[in-house]
């Protein structure tokens, strides 16, 4: 450890117990200790406001990254790598190159809306309803299946919504996040991370609740709304109304429609509208994953039974355990959940919380 690390530790720690004998120092009762308390609060964060500020010029001047800018390198770091994005990624490209298989050989393995071979497809959940719905009876082939797809849905939760479907994937092509002038000149003199102040962070040791989710627990939103109406539409006209317009099926069907084109010369007016209907939906329907899909509704529901391969949070690691106001898993969630929580069903396995977390306290296990 350098001589200037060593320093910028001995100073945190003497402002952060500063800080912690200013608030005890006062007798509880008295209103006036009250009021001496908080100015020496105040001015005690304002000296290390100012000190971090000096240490920050020291390290600049010595040619040395403060520690804000080591955060922000570490984030950038993490970022860089994700496995877990390039896993997902690998995925969605082997779901892509499994269909091209079963079109090159002649297999039939179908498309992720009904993998599997002639009569043993593990065929959508929602289309299986949907199918039933339209018969206005119970069939026993699709009921099977959605029997099958619901005990894999036990198993694995809301996976197929993060590593399996195409939305996600179209659209960080067609809608991708750039950062607005304000925003760069925010991060440049604001923490661009929840904890990046963790290293100086002001804390007595005393544990903090978890943040929680805004999305935590079982949801009923307007998700559910279009599924049933999904439901009514097919029972009404008597065959599933929304496979014609579900990205998932139109993402395929445009990819077998392009070999069909090259392959055999047969052009189509699939090839237009169902693009058009794809980037009508990734774009203009901007919140499809978390407030329309009737597909991630239904999983969601029956995520209620999954109990593995959950997102596992190590108390005693924890930041918040040590009184450090971090929430950088909720922050990265992109369902809106806490980790913390034991009833997450909207959690798609996505590991952003496990990324996220910087102290490795998160992880996805199997079991618990």
Known sequence: MSKEETEEQLNSAGRTDAVCETRNSATPNS??????????????????????VADDGRNASAGLSSPSQRTDKTQQHHRAKSPFRTARGWVALACVAFVLAGLAFHVGIG?????????????????A?????????????????FALVVVLIALVGKAFC????????????????KKS????????????????????????????????????????????????GTLASAAVFGFPVFCLICPVGLTFATIIGLWNLVQFDEPT??????PIILLLEVTVLRKWCSKI????ALVSLLSNLNVTLRPRVKA??????????CHACVDACPEQLDPHTKRIPECSKCGACVEACPAKAISIKLLK
């Not at 498309?111 to 289309?127: D, M, N, R, W």
């Open 31 to 52: 209103p006036q200790s009250d009021a001496t308390a908080q100015a020496g609060v105040v001015i005690a964060a304002q000296n290390a406001n100012a000190a971090e």
């Open 129 to 145: 309803l949907e199918t039933m719905a339209g018969a206005k009876g119970v069939m026993l082939h699709p009921l099977l299946l």
């Open 293 to 296: 899909c009737p597909i991630s």
């Open 162 to 177: 993060a590593w399996m479907c195409p939305v996600p994937w179209l659209q960080k092509f067609f809608r991708p996040k």
């Open 269 to 274: 007016w699939a090839l237009i509208i169902f």
């Open 111 to 127: 498309t992720p809306s009904a993998f599997g071979i002639q009569q043993i497809s593990a065929i959508c959940p929602l289309g």
């Open 181 to 228: 002038s304000k925003a760069t000149s925010d991060s440049e003199s604001k923490p661009s991370h929840s904890c990046s102040a963790c290293p100086g962070a002001i804390t007595c040791g005393k544990a903090l609740a978890p943040v929680g989710g805004k999305r935590d627990g079982v949801q009923l939103d307007s998700r559910h709304a279009v599924l049933v």
């Open 316 to 325: 005693d690691t924890c930041l918040r355990s040590r009184g450090v106001d």
